[in-house]
């Protein structure tokens, strides 16, 4: 069920069933010259509706807007700060909290977002912990990864207006993909990285240039609309699940952890 087309009495009704509050994230920036700018909220969106409806719980309206300060030279890319992305977030629970709600599911799909979905979460349950509050933070790409990987094989390159984003945006909003641009990325593709993991450790140096790079991870020239259905499909179930279960306690860390304290 979506939160806005409630009432505040059905809202209130809704209380009395303690659902889990999913909460869509993303940005609005770049991916690449034949992507639309919404592709991370657009996505975000639409999978925390779905698993909304197949779940019976609360989707609020998305927040449009991220930590996307990595793009800053792209036009089009709108960024919140850090700390404007980490309120903004946090208010929309607090929100919730005061009027009853307890367990949120902050769903992301734009992943510098994560680090401070985390933070945020630290801080509600530090503040609200003796009144039963629940965070749960992620993005919804590394939610069903091996089946994910089954699907197309750029999934390990980039996921960032990849084959994979590419493929969700054909099956969500075919209309504004530019497929002859990505078959023109394809051409000339070749694995690059503006942020390196190695050993566990970030490693950046500076934000990538508009001038230089076109703004592609992996090889946007692989996405079909089959293969964006299949992931959407996989993704919808596995997070589904997912929320079942959170929604059920069975990942509360405070249960079945370690002998009791004699």
Known sequence: MELCDLTWVEAREWLQRDPVVIVPLGSTEQHGPHLPLKVDIAAADYIARKVAEKTNMLVTPPLNFGFSELWHTYPGTISFSAETFRRAVHDICYSLIRCGFKKFFLLNGHNPNLHLMQSVANDLVDRYEKEGIAVAAATYIFMAPEECNQIG????????????????????????????????????????????????????NRWPDSNLYDGTYGNPGLATVEKGRAYLEVLIEKISRFVIEFNNGQFNPSQNNGSPKE
Do not use: C, W
């Open 153 to 204: 094989e750029n999934f390990r390159d980039g996921t960032h207006a990849n084959e994979m984003e590419t493929s969700i945006m054909l099956a969500l909003d075919q209309e504004h993909v530019k497929m002859d641009l990505a078959q023109e990325v394809s051409k000339r593709y070749r694995p690059r990285r503006v942020i390196a993991f190695e050993q566990s450790a970030m490693i950046l």
